[in-house]
């Protein structure tokens, strides 16, 4: 029997099939696979000509049937015509973009007859497991080796076969159905190890070469090795004498799966080598830049060959710790518990690698459009760098529904051991919204501090053929991380280099009359010299700045020695790692269910809150209410931190807190501090709904101590200046004070007017809307000379 589409076509229009469905399959399936109460969906992968999808829809299932063979598919529609609940669909699971199935994930997916025809088995259930609902399942039906004839067992799979199956999947079941496997698969895969074969290596195969190839949708080439520890491999062996390692690796690929490449295409990238029971391994990993051939019959050591998805190898079961360290060398960070490799970088830059999923360009242009259709992307190049950069190769672990969410998701790359996100691929609107706001004319020359590769290549893309980025990070894995995949993408327009960048690019990358512009992509507490020294004149500086514990990101034109700030967004990025990183004073109060943060100035003294926080709370109702339609309320939260003398936030950290405070857990709120009293902002919900439109909040003053209404009626005036003179019926339309950055050594006779926010390096004047009027003067309190605890 013939294996394209044509020839399943033909198959079934010469009126041939498959056997019947069964009772006692029917039986397990109504037993084992039952929708949930109010219906459910199912999708059938080889439905044939419909047998089981429709009985699939007499259990209660709405259904998907899926045939990649148009000639089945015919037979189903005319067979089955008056048979509602079922769509026919004409599709291939294991390469096409899978888009016109259910958007809303399905509770049963099925597989009759069809696993054993599947060129790539285990990768093509991992890919369909992310259709699942969180309680759905995967029903495997097929004939097993021990009950076929031998030479019909390419219709079968045998034990080896199904334990490859299953091995990745947390929760199985198997049953039989007149001779036929029915295994049951649930939606949550088993972390996968990195193992070790049960024998040592041998000394004098202890160099060897892997090689690294990749199919034209970017999947990566797998063997499942058979044995004692069964683990999924690269192509790999050991160097013969005389041979180099390129041509090492090219040879072993021929030979272990059939697939043919140059010399010329062959790159070592690394070489790699760890300890196995006191032989030192040694490994030369080869990225294979083009071949050609089929996967054809695995040597003996092997049970099958299959292509995998980059994000999907944490949950294919176990790979060989060399494939999983050679792995992490190709794509750093794609196998985050593989064991550690010393590791030599032999090419500064890899070859330039084609290749992406099907449905990568129809996600990338959907993330695209809801960039633009939000307002984020209004110039042509920049759209054009949004439908152009593949965002998915600098995020390998992710899937691709998460590379190119259009919405508020970054895509985490790096966390510390406390679990706390140090590196990501930020949310698409938000990198087009800084990149609008660099405004970069064709050939701009950019510097970017904090690396990752994706923002870059946008950045050099938005600014034409001749544009280039100069990306600078103070992580050596993210630099090594940045560098492969900048190299496999191929433009040649980012230099990434490991160095903080606090302290700009290196001088010799400095362009002639400084950088066009420069995009900071973390969290800043100040602005150090060298990102305006290393900015041209009229350039634009875009960051992420701290000011009172709150973020926004920043537009700021140079003129002379100072920084204008043009525009403002609100935004959140991980911290700074570098010398300008500066963790906030905290001071812990009841048992640590509170404390207080002092993110700018002084930490001041605390003695006595303690006790004020025991007694009566204090409050005042200020009258100013918000609903859903106007609830913004952080440009409330920034003319505080910035306005308010000794400003500080109090955070709760337990629930206990939030029956002191009435702030909820793990949130905080505008604060500042008088002797032994504070006083701080909340807003209540005064009006409840329905309708989440007609829903009310108001804001309210709470004060505890001696002070404490003094400090509250300080709270109140400000909130009603910022309701009078800054706050816009829609949240987007809030007044932006007029900033401007100044050295930290100039005299406060050369500064503007305004409220001043003084930074190590730098000195923020802000001048709000309204701050004529004259508001409600400091409470005395003394400040602490003591340095505050960390919780």
């Known amino acids: 029997m013939g294996s394209t589409r044509t020839e399943w076509s033909e198959h079934y229009n010469n009126g041939k099939g498959f056997r019947r469905l069964g009772d006692e399959e029917k039986r397990l399936l109504a037993e084992h696979a039952a929708p949930p109460a109010d219906g459910g969906e199912a999708l059938d992968i080889g439905c044939g000509t419909g047998e089981l999808a429709v009985y699939l829809t007499s259990l209660g299932y709405s259904v998907d049937g899926v045939d990649f063979a148009e000639g089945a598919l015919g037979r189903a529609r005319a067979e089955h015509v008056q048979t509602p609940g079922v769509q026919w669909l004409c599709l291939d699971v294991e ?84 001779q036929l496997a029915v295994v049951v698969l649930s939606k949550k895969a088993r972390p996968g190890r990195a193992v070790e074969r049960t024998h040592p290596p041998e000394p004098r195969a202890v160099f060897g070469a892997a090689a690294v190839v990749t199919d034209s949708q970017g999947r990566v080439l797998l063997g499942r090795r058979l044995g004692r520890t069964p683990a999924w491999e690269l192509p790999a062996g050991r160097i013969e004498p005389g041979e180099s390692a390129a041509a090492a690796a090219v040879r072993e690929l021929g030979e272990e799966s059939g697939l043919s490449a140059c010399a010329d295409d062959a790159h070592v990238l690394a070489v790699l080598h760890d300890a196995r029971e006191d032989v030192t391994r040694v490994t030369a990993v080869v990225r294979i830049s083009a071949h050609t051939g089929t996967v054809g019959r695995p040597e003996e050591q092997f049970l099958r060959w299959e292509w995998h998805r980059l994000h999907t190898l944490r949950a294919i079961g176990d790979v060989f710790a060399p494939t999983a360290q050679a792995l992490n060398s190709v794509w750093p960070g794609v196998l985050p518990d593989a064991p550690s490799a010393i590791s030599y970088r032999v090419a500064a830059d890899g070859p330039a690698v084609p ?99 994706y923002n870059a290549e946008l950045i050099a893309h938005a600014a034409g053929a001749d544009g280039r980025v100069v990306s600078v990070d103070i992580d050596p894995w993210v630099i090594r991380r940045t560098r492969a995949f900048l190299a496999e993408v191929g433009t040649g327009r980012v230099t990434a280099v490991e160095a903080d960048a606090a302290l700009g690019a290196p001088a010799h990358l400095v362009p002639r009359g400084g950088f066009d512009g420069s995009v900071i992509t973390y969290n800043c507490w100040d602005i150090p010299p060298a990102w305006r020294d290393q900015l041209a004149e009229g350039g634009r500086l875009v960051m992420p700045l701290e000011m009172g514990g709150y973020s926004r990101s920043i537009e700021f034109e140079r003129r002379g020695e100072v920084l204008h700030a043009r525009r403002f967004t609100y935004c959140g990025f991980v911290r700074d790692q570098g010398q300008q990183a500066r963790p906030a004073p905290v001071v812990p109060l009841l048992d640590g269910a509170l404390a207080v943060r002092f993110d700018d100035g002084p930490t001041a003294d605390t003695q006595g809150l303690e006790e004020a926080l025991r007694g009566r709370r204090h409050q005042i109702a200020i009258g100013v209410t918000m609903r859903a339609a106007n609830s913004y309320f952080g440009s409330l939260q920034l003319f505080a931190a910035t306005t308010l003398p000794g400003f500080c936030r109090l955070a709760a950290h337990h629930e206990s807190a939030e029956a002191v405070t009435g702030i909820e857990k793990d949130r905080d709120a505008p604060a500042i501090l008088g002797e032994a009293s504070l006083a701080y902002l909340i807003h209540v919900q005064t009006r409840d709904s329905d309708r989440r439109e007609d829903k009310e909040w108001e804001w309210f003053a709470y004060a505890f101590g001696e002070q404490g209404p003094e400090l509250a009626e300080q709270l109140v005036a400000t909130v009603v200046a910022w309701d009078r003179h800054i706050r816009a019926e829609a949240n987007d339309e809030h007044a932006d004070p007029v900033l401007t950055v100044h050295s930290a050594g100039t005299p406060d006779d050369a500064l503007p007017a305004g409220d001043v926010l003084d930074k190590h390096h730098s000195r923020l004047v802000f001048r709000w809307p309204g701050r004529d009027a004259v508001l409600p003067g400091p409470v005395e309190r003394p400040v602490a000379d003591a340095v505050a605890k960390g919780v």
């Open 95 to 178: 390469n096409d973009d899978l888009e016109p199935l259910s958007g809303g994930g399905y509770d049963l997916i099925t597989l009759r007859l069809a696993v054993a025809f599947l060129s790539n088995p285990t990768a093509t259930l991992a890919r369909l497991a992310e259709l699942l609902t969180k309680q759905g399942r995967i029903v495997v039906i097929t004939p097993t080796a021990e009950h076929t004839p031998a030479e019909r067992h390419h219709i079968a799979l045998d034990e080896e076969q199904l334990a490859v199956l299953t091995d990745p999947f947390v929760e199985t079941a198997r049953y039989t159905a007149d």
């Open 355 to 453: 290749g992406e999923p099907a449905e990568a360009g129809r996600l990338r242009e959907v993330m695209a459009q809801t960039v633009i259709d939000g307002g984020w992307a209004p110039s042509d190049p920049v759209r054009d760098a949004l439908r152009t950069v593949p965002r998915h190769r600098f995020a390998p672990e992710a899937s691709l529904a998460d590379a190119y969410d259009g919405g508020d998701r970054a895509v985490i790359t790096r966390r510390e051991e406390t679990g706390r996100a140090i590196s990501s691929v930020s949310a698409a609107w938000l990198q087009a919204d800084m990149m609008e706001s660099l405004r970069l004319r064709p050939g701009a020359i950019a510097f970017e501090a904090g690396s990752g590769g």
